[in-house]
């Protein structure tokens, strides 16, 4: 008896965090939360936590059972309700989590107007070489190929 009472308070608790992060829509991982949350009185009514130590006399009882009390049936009904609503909740968070990643990536993508070309950051952030100093790689002995200013004198002609 304390057992059934102790799974259904563990369900409870489970229950109320799964409705109060669906609240917050967050809905993939609060029926993920609901589903985990089943599992204590699913165990719970089909009779599969009390079998503890007492192993070989208490199958023969719980077969008995499986048998002749619909309590047992519904805790089995129970638990496949749980998984469904793990598999649920998985398939939501992968199709979700793609979208955010494209989410992502539109963030970071630069703005139409922003230089694409020197920019490694924000404009304030960034630090350009003094107008009478060489850049520290072309002090270095910079390849020709790696030379943009003209490309960038071409690209702030046109205004890009």
């Known amino acids: 008896m ?7 308070a563990l369900s409870a608790a489970g229950l109320a965090i799964a409705f109060l992060t ?3 829509r967050r809905f993939a991982a609060a029926t993920r939360l609901a589903a985990v949350a089943l ?16 192993i070989g006399k208490a199958v023969g009882g719980w077969a008995a059972d499986l048998v002749l009390k619909p309590t047992v049936w519904a805790g089995f009904a129970v638990l496949a309700c749980a998984v469904v609503l793990w598999i649920i909740g998985r398939a939501a968070a992968a199709r979700s989590g793609s979208a955010a990643s494209r989410r992502e990536t539109r963030a970071a993508e630069p703005a139409a ?4 070309l020197g920019a490694s950051g924000p404009p304030a952030t960034r630090q350009r070489p003094a107008p009478g100093r060489p850049s520290a790689g072309k002090a270095k002995g910079a390849e020709p190929g790696e030379d ?13």
């Open 2 to 8: 304390l057992t059934t009472t102790v799974c259904a």
């Open 148 to 160: 943009f200013s003209d490309i960038e004198a071409i690209l702030k002609k046109h205004g890009i």
């Open 39 to 54: 599992v204590p009185v699913g165990l719970a009514m089909s009779g599969l936590v009390g079998l503890g130590g007492k």
């Open 113 to 116: 107007g922003a230089p694409a």
């Open 22 to 24: 669906a609240w917050r």
